[in-house]
């Protein structure tokens, strides 16, 4: 929790945008930004940019270079701030010109017109049975074994994985997410707003101390969020297809 960045007006949050070829729209989103139809003054991916991009399996990258390409080509004149998910890590070599921020480094923490913002994809404080599962899958040994494995057996490892992830439903409404939330932060952060992506909720929980923000997926409705410190709320939310 020891870094900070700086949180501009105008920037664009994004949150699981969960690109697959099958799913352009992020990629045409981030082609407005590059023609200049769209003028953020910074980028925040808020994790599960894609769908699946792991740093040291190669066959990842190959299905998602077009929104690679473009990240790094947009990050050359804006800058770019990329919180990894539990569906695209150890990225620092695929973006160089992006400020990535691993698991171990979030939340992170934001300082701007008076207002402290913790910023986090969302799955930082799993259980401890979570925390060995992420530990494993950005093991570089573990990585290396998955892409000798997926080679060997025709990609067969990431096309089960690739058929098991377009079932999942990305919109789904959690239960309780309120009494879920609050059970969760128990911890006593000092901070105005808490932002996270992962649970695709896009609801606001007023805790005691802080102003928790789930954000909407982009993967669901195409929604992203700007900055504006000058407005009652801190975001405001923009859908790109509407």
């Given at each position: 929790m020891s870094h900070k960045v700086e949180l501009?007006?105008?920037?664009?949050?994004?949150?699981?945008?969960?690109?697959?070829?099958?799913?352009?729209?992020?990629?045409?989103?981030l082609k407005d930004i590059k023609n200049k139809r769209f003028l953020p003054s910074?980028?925040?991916?808020?994790?599960?940019?894609?769908?699946?991009?792991?740093?040291?399996?190669?066959?990842?990258?190959?299905?998602?270079?077009?929104?690679?390409?473009?990240?790094n080509e947009i990050s050359l004149n804006i800058e770019v701030i990329y919180l990894e998910g539990n569906h695209d890590f150890?990225?620092?070599?695929?973006?160089?010109?992006?400020?990535?921020?691993?698991?171990?480094?979030?939340?992170?923490?934001?300082?701007?017109?008076?207002?402290?913002?913790?910023?986090?994809?969302?799955d930082f404080n799993g259980d401890f049975g979570y925390k060995i599962y992420t530990a494993l899958i950005r093991n570089s040994v573990v990585l290396f074994i998955l892409n000798i494995l997926n080679a060997v057996f025709g990609n067969f490892v990431l096309n089960y994985l690739d058929n098991h992830l377009s079932k999942k439903d990305d919109c789904a409404n959690i239960d309780n997410f309120k009494q879920i939330i609050e059970k969760r932060f128990n911890e006593?952060?000092?901070?105005?707003?808490?932002?996270?992506?992962?649970?695709?909720?896009?609801?606001?929980?007023?805790?005691?101390?802080?102003n928790y923000i789930n954000l909407?997926?982009?993967?669901?409705?195409?929604?992203?969020?700007?900055?504006?410190?000058?407005?009652?709320?801190?975001?405001?939310?923009?859908?790109?297809?509407?």
């Open positions: 501009k007006e105008g920037a664009f949050i994004i949150s699981d945008a969960h690109y697959s070829p099958s799913r352009p729209e992020l990629l045409n989103f910074q980028i925040i991916f808020m994790g599960d940019i894609f769908d699946a991009l792991f740093g040291g399996i190669k066959r990842t990258y190959t299905k998602n270079q077009k929104l690679i390409d473009i990240i150890n990225l620092k070599s695929i973006f160089p010109n992006s400020k990535v921020f691993n698991i171990s480094s979030q939340p992170i923490l934001c300082e701007q017109k008076n207002k402290k913002i913790y910023l986090a994809h969302g006593n952060y000092d901070c105005d707003y808490f932002i996270e992506g992962h649970h695709h909720q896009n609801k606001i929980v007023k805790l005691n101390n802080f909407a997926a982009f993967a669901c409705n195409q929604r992203y969020f700007i900055v504006e410190f000058a407005k009652e709320e801190l975001l405001v939310s923009k859908n790109y297809l509407i």
